[in-house]
């Protein structure tokens, strides 16, 4: 009887795959790891064992007056007869279950990579910009814009009126963070005021951690108090305890800067101070060496010398232009012979025909045809009347 129960028990998909919500009692851990204990509430019991291959499903230690949900399968114990849950998973209720969401995804990212220090960006010292993604209303935007504008009036603030709390949330402060991105803010403060782990809850969800670590601007996270911890504060660049330290942490006092200013422009005056003093006395040590070495006497010495210079470049470049007029007149002595002006000169004439070629015979004129005869002085022009040919 106890086999066909068991048999009708596993053949049931509803037993498989259980939550069973309730209050732990005679909570015992055996020495060979199994866990007994009884889920009761106001309407009833139930005998449970989490065995020890299961243990990995439980994340806390399991004690008497816990609220817990237990995930599992109802089976028969053959040889007592009596039916139980057998646990795979146990949550905390509530808060507690909360806290076990908490600490399951914090492990996921953390394996993934995502709050490895490599990844953290720097936070700019000095920024002209400052993005808020937070709620428009209350302490946490005030203090911001009154630490920051305290520290340094001349940055402006950005601020996203997010929504922090509730199911829309975490889709308005993803938005915030992707807008303020496009903007090109030097550095984001994503928080808000302290509150409950239900309040804070839209920080601690995964789209919300996506969202900070692929942002490429710096982001501080600020939220909630000092004690209070989620999962973007390990995801983001920097963790702020408090929205206020968030403000003081990303805008630098210009008092500072205005004092550090001061102090290198001092440091400036003496280093420029220590090197002029340095180049007087390298200039009057020059200064004597120079008197010493009668600098006035070589330049007189170098001036005859470039005179002495000056003069044999002269006659030299006389003596070569004797030798090229000599040889350029011997030039146009020897140019004359062959000139054809000089032969017009002594009596001769050119006598060429329209086309201008020139007449030698008297086998290239026919009778009529104009011909043209070049004198020493100018053209003749003519017409060819009678041709006779030297016998």
Not at 87 to 102: C, F, P, S, T
Not at 166 to 178: K, R
Not at 278 to 302: D, M, T, Y
Request: glycine share 8%; charged share 25%.
């Amino acid at each position: 009887m106890n086999s066909y129960i068991k048999n009708m028990f596993t053949q049931d998909y509803l037993l498989q795959n259980l939550l069973v919500k309730g209050e732990v009692s005679n909570c015992k851990y055996h020495s060979s790891g199994h866990i007994y204990f009884t889920l009761k509430d106001p309407k009833g019991t139930i005998s449970c064992v989490m065995f020890a291959g299961s243990r990995s499903g439980l994340s806390f230690r399991l004690s008497e007056g816990q609220q817990v949900i237990v995930g599992g399968s109802v089976d028969v114990y053959e040889r007592d007869g009596k039916y139980q849950l057998y646990a795979k998973q146990i949550l905390l209720d509530g808060n507690g279950l909360l806290y076990e969401r908490y600490e399951q995804l914090k492990r996921e990212l953390e394996e993934t990579g995502m709050f490895a220090q490599e990844y953290k960006r720097p936070i700019p010292r000095y920024i002209k910009i400052l993005g808020v993604v937070t709620a428009s209303t209350g302490a946490a935007v005030r203090d911001i814009i009154q630490i920051a504008g305290r520290r340094n009036p001349y940055v402006q603030i950005i601020l996203y009126p997010a929504i922090v709390q509730g199911e829309a949330a975490v889709p308005s402060i993803v938005n915030g963070i992707h807008a303020l991105e496009q903007i090109g803010v030097d550095v984001m403060i994503v928080g808000r005021g302290g509150g409950s782990i239900e309040d804070l809850w839209a920080f601690n969800e995964r789209e919300v951690a996506e969202a900070v670590f692929q942002c490429s601007v710096p982001i501080i996270s600020a939220v909630g108090h000092e004690t209070d911890t989620t999962i973007i504060d390990f995801v983001s660049d920097l963790r702020a305890p408090t929205p206020s330290a968030a403000a003081e942490l990303a805008v630098a006092d210009i008092r500072e800067i205005l004092g550090e200013l001061a102090d290198y422009r001092e440091d400036l005056n003496r280093a420029m101070d220590r090197l002029l003093r340095e180049k007087r006395s390298q200039v009057e040590h020059l200064s004597l060496r120079l008197k010493a070495a009668s600098p006035g006497s070589r330049i007189r010495e170098k001036r005859m010398l470039v005179l002495s210079a000056e003069e044999k470049l002269q006659v030299r470049m006389q003596h070569i232009l004797e030798m090229r007029r000599h040889r350029l007149a011997l030039y146009i002595e020897r140019l004359k012979g062959i000139s054809p002006i000089e032969k017009l000169n002594s009596g001769y004439s050119y006598v060429s025909d329209a086309t201008g070629t020139n007449i030698r015979s008297v086998g290239q004129v026919k009778l009529g045809q104009a011909l043209t005869i070049r004198v020493s002085d100018g053209e003749i022009g003519a017409v060819v009347e009678n041709v006779l040919l030297d016998k």
